[in-house]
């Protein structure tokens, strides 16, 4: 089974040291960059994750709860179906990598993914598609993600096995029915996501999107293979507009010679 990550929402602080911890492992040295004061921190392409808070009223208590957001590594991810060149793809651990060799810039996978996780470089003179990968880097010689090993409360909780997590959610949410809403946002959303949560609260007033069970991909495969068709189609037309300028012109240079000529 794919490796997973569980964050438990009633822990979490907010302190923003899981994006202090993710910048430091893609940019070494960015410390200076980002400090505990610059929490919550934006999504960038030196630090794939942020934190997301939100004020909310639930069962009689206000709360502020946070929350911590990035790709959420679906185990079918749309956002790999929908590239065409392969340069997003599901690793057989869990983590779902991108090779910027491999990209030429088409943005659909910031178009398939349902969680608008992709983000691109619109400010670089060579611009690239960023997301996390997990620290597949740091997985492969048997280390946690950073912002796993980063956080000081243990609401990210990190397991080799994805069914292992859930179980240790559900166990929580049956020990304290009353501290949890019954749900474990990425068991069954879009097939599965080896990010997974619970919460105090329903994850709808967190801003995590509601979606079905189904994963998306055969709707991208349909999309992205609708493509050629499209452009062909499109080509169609602009070659009837460019026909009937050209027949226009010619008609009336034709009219023009021979008003000439009477």
């Not at 089974?1 to 911890?21: F, N, R, S, W």
């Not at 960059?33 to 009689?60: A, H, I, Q």
């Not at 959420?72 to 790999?80: F, I």
């Not at 007033?205 to 991208?220: I, Q």
Request: glycine letters at 10%.
């Amino acid at each position: 089974m794919p490796i997973a990550v569980l964050h438990d929402a009633t822990k979490c602080l907010g302190c923003g040291q899981c994006a202090q911890a993710c910048a430091e492992a893609h940019n070494p040295g960015s410390s200076d960059f980002l400090g505990v004061k610059s929490s919550p921190v934006p999504l960038t392409p030196t630090t794939w994750t942020r934190v997301r808070y939100r004020d909310v009223d639930y069962n009689g208590k206000s709360l502020r709860v946070a929350s911590k957001i990035q790709c959420m590594h679906c185990l079918e991810p749309a956002c790999a179906t929908a590239c065409p060149v392969g340069a997003l793809q599901k690793t057989d651990a869990g983590p779902v990598i991108y090779d910027q060799s491999k990209c030429f810039g088409c943005r659909y996978c910031i178009v398939a993914c349902p969680f608008g996780i992709p983000a691109y470089e619109w400010g670089s003179p060579v611009p690239w598609v960023r997301k996390c990968d997990l620290c597949a880097d740091r997985l492969a010689v048997g280390l946690k993600p950073a912002c796993v090993e980063a956080c000081p409360t243990g609401a990210l909780t990190f397991g080799e096995d994805r069914e292992d997590l859930l179980l240790e959610a559900g166990l929580r949410i049956a020990h304290e029915p009353d501290r949890y809403v019954h749900h474990i946002y990425g068991e069954k959303e879009l097939g599965g996501t080896s990010w997974l949560y619970i919460s105090p609260v329903p994850f709808e007033m967190l801003g995590f999107p509601t979606l079905g069970k189904g994963p998306v991909t055969t709707n991208v495969e349909r999309a992205v293979g609708a493509v050629p068709p499209a452009l062909l189609g499109v080509a169609a037309v602009m070659s009837g507009v460019y026909w009937v300028f050209k027949r226009k012109e010619r008609l009336a240079g034709e009219a023009a010679e021979e008003r000439k000529t009477t």
